[in-house]
């Protein structure tokens, strides 16, 4: 979704654009965009420049200026840029940037990017759905289009955002060790259809080769499955240190207690061991886009 061209024109506010609302449950989201919009007013005061003027001289309207400045809206990077050297600001607008990409993220979501940020490895098992670091972008939105009740298209984008951006983790220098292991059934149900499906195994095969990367496939026929408890997911860092959750242990709750990642490392084990290996998973994925 480009930000770089809607709404910058004279006239346009661009608060129709997606994506960038504050949302109402994110106390500590909102609470950052309502101080970064009382800083810009107050370097917008002390430049002696009313709404509408400052609004012309960036390319925004009156409204979104305002809508920003009470913490109501987010606003997107070349808002900050043209504020910042609108106003003199030496770069103290600018530098938010960061912090409001950030706060369009749902805060869940936030923490679980900055764990996975420091992850020196990651171990998941999914049933119902493909990974989310493995989907591509349509595929995240056919699916999140099923969801009830329905998303709105703001809602769309933020989540949809958010999960892309989790999928740095790919990107990252020092390169985490990563362990995928996906009910069979995920890779055949068509979301989106049959071109979405395809580019999603095309994808799964991308991701599959690279040398830090596992994905198994747990065969639909296996008669003894110790994942029946639903997902599981742990993240182990640098330090020693980890955490993990279950939907069938411990509430769901993430847990970081050695007893309890014990258990569910023990699970997760079994999984792997029951799967399909790494390069047998890639020739099933290969064998499921031909016959797609």
Known sequence: MSVDEAGTAHGNDGADEPGWEVDPDDESGAAVVASVGRQLKAWREAAGMRAGEFGAAIGYGEDLVYKVEGGRRIPRPEFLDKADKALGAGGKLAMFKKEMAEVRYPKKVRDLAKLEAKAVEVEAYHHHNINGLLQTEEHMRAL???????????????????????????????????????????????????????????????????????????????????????LIEVLRFPDGSAVGRSEGAFSGRPVSDPKHLRILGLRYGMIRAQALTPRESLAFIEQLLGET
């Open 144 to 230: 999140f289009a099923s969801w009830l009740p329905a998303y709105t298209q703001s809602e769309m984008d933020r989540v949809v955002a958010a999960r892309l951006g989790r999928q740095s983790i790919f990107d990252r220098a020092a390169a985490p060790s990563l362990s995928f292991v996906q009910e069979e059934v995920t890779l055949r149900r068509p979301v989106g259809g049959t071109m979405v499906l395809r580019r999603q195994l095309e994808r799964l095969l991308e991701l599959g080769r690279l040398r830090n990367v596992a994905i198994q496939v747990m065969p639909t026929h296996r008669e003894e499955h110790p994942g029946t408890g639903g």
